[in-house]
C-alpha cells in the first residue's frame, strides 16, 4: 500500500510538473505572441498617422483655414491649434461629437484612449506656431487583437487539457519500469525472507534440542549437530549467492582480456571430470573453433559456466552424461552448448527458470538441494557480457542450454 501511494504521489507531481512547465511556456509564448502582433499593429497605425500629417502640412503651407482641408484617410480627424484656440478641425460623419482627447502631453507622441466606446490612436505634432492633433479610430484594430488573445487564450486551455493526458500517458509509461523494480524487490524480499526462514528454523530447532538434553556427548547428538551444520552451509550458499546477485545486478562494468577459451573449458572441466567419475557419470567436451581467442571478461565467464555445469551434474543420475559443445557458429561470438540427460524441465516452467529463487516442482519433490538464484545470476551474468542464452528441455529426458558469447572490444560496450 505505502508503495501504491508513494507511485501515486510521484505521478501526480510529474503531471503537475509537465503542466506547469507547458503551460508557463504556452503563456510566455502567447504573450509574446500577443506583444508582438500589437506592436506591428501599432507601428502600422503610427505609419499611416505620419502619412496623414505628411499630407496636411503641404497643405497648411498654401491653403487657409477658410478652404476646408482634404485628408488623405476619410476616417481621419484633424485639430488644429493656435496659442491653444482651435483655428481649424475636421467633421468626421463616423464620431459626431467626439472631442480630442485634453491631456498635457509631450508633442511628437503617440497615445491610444477611449471616448464615448470607442477607440482612438492619436498623434500630437507641434509645427511652428501651430499644434496639430490627427485622430484616427482603430476599434477594428482593437477588434483584431481582442479575438487574438481569445484565440490564444483559448489554445492555452486547449493544450493544458491536452498536455494533461499526454503527461498522464508518458508518467504512466515512465513509471513502469520503477513500478516492475519496485514489485521485483518486493517480490525478491519475500523470496528471500522464505528461503531463508527454512534453514534457520531447522538451526533453530536442532539447538533448542540440543538444549533440551544438556547432559548428552557430542556422540549422542551427532545427527543433530549434522543436520544442523548442513542447514548452515545451505544458509551460507544462500546469502553468498544473494550478494553475488546483487554484484552483478548493480555493477556491469566488464574487465576485458584476451583469453583462450579452450583453456578456460579444460581447467574447468579438469575439475569436474573427478566428480563425473565418482558419480558414475559421462562428461565430454568437443570444440568447433576456427579461432580460440576471446575478448571478455574472463572471472565473469568462468562464474557463469560453473553454474551451468554444477546444475548439470546436480539434475542428473548416476549414468547420464553431460557434455559441452564450443563451436565458433559466427565470426565474433562463440556458441556454448550444456547439454545433459537429467530430470528435465517442464514446458511450462521453462520460462521461470531464470526468476529469482524459482524451483520447479520436480526439484523440490526429490529434495534436492538448491537455493534457486544460480540460474539468475548466469543470466544476469550473460546480459553483462552482452550475450544471449536459450534453453530447451524435455521432463525426464534432458535439458540443453545454449550461451552466445560476443567477441567484445571497446566498440561494443
Known sequence: MTNKNVLTKTKNSLIKINILVVGSFLVIFSLFIYSYFQGLTNQGIDSKLEEEFEYITTQLSSNSFFNPMTLKDPRDMVYV????????????????????????????????????????????????????????NIDSEVSSLKQLMFVLVIG?????????????????????PIETAWVNQEKFIQDASHELRTPIAIVSSKLESLLKHPNNIVSDEVE????????????????????????????????????????????????????????????????????????????????????????????????????IDIIEEKENSIDIYIKDTGIGIKEKELSSIFDRFFRSENVRNQDIDGSGIGLSIAKMIILNLKGKVEVNSILGKGTEFKISIPNLSNKNI
Not at 482651435?86 to 511628437?108: A, I, W
Not at 492555452?156 to 513502469?176: E, G
Not at 576471446?294 to 562464474?303: E, F, H, Y
Request: charged share 30%.
Open 81 to 136: 491649434y493656435e496659442n491653444g484656440r482651435v483655428r481649424y478641425y475636421t467633421e468626421n460623419r463616423y464620431f459626431d461629437g467626439v472631442l480630442p482627447n485634453k491631456r498635457e502631453d509631450k508633442n511628437n507622441e503617440y497615445f491610444t484612449y477611449t471616448e464615448n466606446g470607442y477607440t482612438f490612436r492619436e498623434l500630437k505634432v507641434k509645427v511652428g506656431k501651430y499644434t496639430m492633433q490627427i485622430i484616427r
Open 156 to 176: 492555452i486551455f486547449a493544450s493544458v487539457i491536452i498536455t494533461y493526458y499526454v503527461a498522464v500517458y508518458l508518467t504512466k509509461k515512465a513509471l513502469v
Open 224 to 323: 543433530t549437530i549434522a543436520d544442523a551444520m548442513k542447514e548452515t552451509r545451505r544458509l551460507k550458499k544462500m546469502i553468498s549467492d544473494l550478494l553475488s546477485l546483487t554484484k552483478e545486478d548493480s555493477i556491469t562494468k566488464t574487465n576485458l582480456e584476451k583469453l583462450d577459451i579452450k583453456q578456460l573449458i579444460d581447467e574447468i572441466s579438469n575439475d569436474y571430470a573427478d566428480i563425473a567419475e565418482f558419480q558414475n557419470k559421462s562428461f565430454n567436451i568437443s570444440y568447433e573453433l576456427r579461432n580460440k581467442y576471446i575478448i571478455t571478461d574472463k572471472n565473469k565467464l568462468r562464474q557463469m559456466l560453473l553454474i551451468f555445469i554444477d546444475n548439470s551434474f546436480k539434475y542428473t543420475k548416476k549414468g547420464d552424461s553431460i557434455s
